[in-house]
């Protein structure tokens, strides 16, 4: 069986704010190393219920942040920003499940570090229902016909994984208090539920169901203010939906809606208030 493993950092055990996600402070040190080991615990659990090739996509910030010297030796990494497909790198229909490590609820919502992709955007839209990262990353394993066999992370973002994917598995490691506190197991506990849940995935796994996207969808993304939306405007096909911070691209299939949000958000950053 062949696994893709997208993991993200926001929802790893223990990790309650920006200090330890954010390479520029203090505790991202302590963070990378607890998402490493916290990757290599749904390996293990992987490889010994039958994985025999897993492919690991660093899917946070910069995405180097995986320390690759302590990686489970069976897994493959791909690490590095620049990525056509970002967090769902590497992912074609030869692989049998995807696995969410690490993942946090979307914008806007009661959850740890709760956000969409960068602090510009409030919502995303596919056809008018309102999603996160997650759900645009299950939509892109479910045009492989790829279901998502487990996601990690907080409750809220378990919850999430639930209302959006069929017969997911969930793994809570930590409990929300705030956007920025939570209340955690340690990674020692946390790395003994996380392998019980991933071999009750893979015991299960005839349960999962791809998250199948639509044909042809509307892809809408919501700004925190207009010149945000004015950058992504930028992107031809585009438009700016009157009155409001909400910008709209009509798109062939969920790749190329993928990929317009991806652009879409590169350009938002630019906005300043100068």
């Known amino acids: ?41 749904v390996i293990d659990a992987a490889w010994e219920s039958g994985c025999t090739e897993i492919l690991v996509n660093d899917s946070h910030s910069k995405m180097n942040n995986i320390l690759i010297d302590l990686l489970h030796p069976e897994a493959e990494l791909i690490t590095g920003e620049v990525k056509p497909f970002s967090m769902m790198q590497g992912l074609d229909a030869t692989f049998d499940g ?73 793994a809570v490691v930590k409990e929300t208090i705030s956007r920025s506190s939570v209340k955690s197991l340690t990674p020692k506990k946390a790395g003994e539920l996380l392998k019980e849940r991933m071999r009750a995935a893979m015991q299960g796994r005839e349960k ?19 010149g945000q939306a004015e950058w992504a405007n930028l992107m031809p096909g585009t438009v700016i939906l009157p009155g ?20 879409m958000t590169e350009l938002a950053v630019k906005s300043t208030f100068s």
């Open 1 to 41: 069986m062949k696994l893709y493993i997208s993991a993200d950092m926001e929802g790893i055990t223990g990790l309650p704010d920006h200090t330890y996600v954010d390479f520029t402070k203090h505790n991202y040190e302590r963070g990378r190393r607890i998402m490493t080991e916290e990757i290599n615990y």
């Open 98 to 170: 995807a696995v969410f490590v690490g993942y946090h609820a979307r914008a806007g919502q009661f959850g740890v570090m709760s956000h969409a992709m960068i602090h510009a955007v409030r919502n995303f839209f596919i056809n008018d229902k309102p999603m996160g990262e997650m759900g645009l990353n299950a939509y892109l394993a479910g045009y492989y016909d790829v279901p998502v066999l487990m996601v990690t992370g907080d409750d809220q973002a378990a919850a999430e994984a639930e209302a959006l994917m069929p017969g997911v598995i969930t």
């Open 208 to 226: 999962a169901r791809p998250l199948l996207p639509p044909g042809k969808p509307e892809l809408k993304v919501e700004f925190n203010n207009h």
């Open 244 to 263: 409001t911070t909400i910008v709209s691209y009509q798109a062939g299939d969920i790749l190329e809606a993928y990929q317009a949000m991806l652009v």
